[in-house]
Nanobody, 125 residues
Framework: QVQLVESGGGLVQAGGSLRLSCADS????????MAWYRQAPGKQREFVAY???????NYADSVKARFTISRDNAKNTVYLQINSLKPEDTTVYYC???????????????????WGKGTLVTVSS
């Protein structure tokens, strides 16, 4: 059974950086596309980025300049580096995984097979 566990969230000052991690139980990591989403209270879950099994990253336009997604297949872990944090980045960040390919539209519409429980990032001004 796939289990995705996020970590690395916390309280940080605006302008700072964080690296979020998502560890997978290992059953599908080597063949899955991995993604990050975020969801603020009262808002819809928002696509942030995904990375293919081959390591090709793709980003939402709103985060492209400051966010970097990467993966370490040997550690079954995907990362999200967030730089120049802004108060509006305050939200819960979720890791997600797909065993098979998805279209860009499906990523934008949260069509993922597996989800983690999230990690909270709070950015103070």
């Amino acid at each position: 059974q796939v289990q995705l566990v996020e970590s690395g969230g916390g309280l940080v000052q605006a302008g700072g950086s964080l690296r979020l991690s998502c560890a997978d139980s290992g059953s599908i990591f080597s063949i899955a596309a991995m993604a990050w989403y975020r969801q603020a209270p009262g808002k819809q879950r928002e696509f942030v980025a995904y990375i293919t099994s081959g390591g090709n990253p793709n980003y939402a336009d709103s985060v492209k300049a400051r966010f970097t997604i990467s993966r370490d297949n040997a550690k079954n872990t995907v990362y999200l580096q967030i730089n120049s944090l802004k108060p509006e980045d305050t939200t819960v960040y979720y890791c997600a995984a797909n065993q098979y390919g998805r279209s860009w539209y499906e990523y934008l519409n949260n069509r993922m097979d597996y989800w983690g429980k999230g990690t909270l990032v709070t950015v103070s001004s």
